[in-house]
């Protein structure tokens, strides 16, 4: 079974905090992906990477940065994190392009 | 024009009717189509990928592709309750590289 797995489903944070985010895929696919939903706006991209130690910015990369140190994790980290940044997270993997994406549970981050 | 455009909805369709739900996208060398279903505070999951123009079919599910026109559709026959929920049609564009954009989805009320 396809498995995509992110580090929490629930989190609260303060404004200025160095937010993490994990994700891990056990389906060796090349490419990783972040998107946060939003009521209204659906899902938008933040970064995506297609390879070990490559990244590229989406829609929305502003106040993120993200990391892919091995291919099965990708990581999203919110720099300072602010009230506008409360959102649900979405990680996703897909096998290489063209193939379809599969997500994790999703994050549900609270910034206070 | 938005990358990817979906009407919001809901559409409301009686138990057994079918349901045909519609998504168009900009040019942009795209090459490949998805439709995710999600259920409300649950993350998407894939039901349909196409990759050709013309039809595709599984089960109670039908996709439909035309380039040309730059439409993709999800037609679910003999509607049930339980496929009540947000339908989010995906494209990947080969112009960005491996970038999946969603639309913004269509809420599907099936009311029995």
């Known amino acids: 079974d396809v498995k995509v797995t992110q580090s929490s489903r629930y989190l609260v944070k303060r404004t200025g905090e160095k937010v993490f985010l994990e994700c891990v895929q056990d389906m060796d696919h090349e490419n990783m992906f972040w998107y946060r939903q939003d009521p209204g706006l659906g899902l938008r991209l933040i970064y995506f990477s297609y390879d070990v130690k490559m990244k590229e910015k989406g829609d929305i990369p502003e106040g993120y940065s993200v990391s892919r140190e091995k291919k099965e994790r990708f990581s999203l980290i919110l720099e300072s994190a602010s009230t506008n940044q409360t959102s649900m997270y979405l990680c996703?993997?897909?096998?290489?392009?063209?193939?379809?994406?599969?997500f994790g549970q999703g994050t549900r981050l609270t910034v206070v | 024009q938005k990358e990817v455009e979906q009407n919001s909805g809901p559409l409301s369709v009686p138990e057994g009717a079918i349901a045909s739900l519609n998504c168009t996208y900009s040019d942009r060398g795209s090459q490949s189509f998805f439709w995710y279903r999600q259920y409300s505070g649950k993350s998407p999951e894939l039901i349909m990928f196409?990759?050709?123009?013309g039809d595709k079919e599984d089960g109670r599910f039908t996709a439909q592709l035309n380039k040309a026109s730059q439409y993709v559709s999800l037609l679910i026959r003999d509607s049930q309750p339980s496929d009540s929920a947000t339908y989010l049609c995906a494209v990947q564009f080969m112009e960005y590289g491996n970038k999946l954009v969603f639309g913004a989805g269509t809420i599907l009320r099936v009311k029995s």
């Open positions: 996703a993997s897909s096998r290489i392009t063209g193939r379809a994406a599969f």
């Open positions: 196409i990759y050709s123009n």
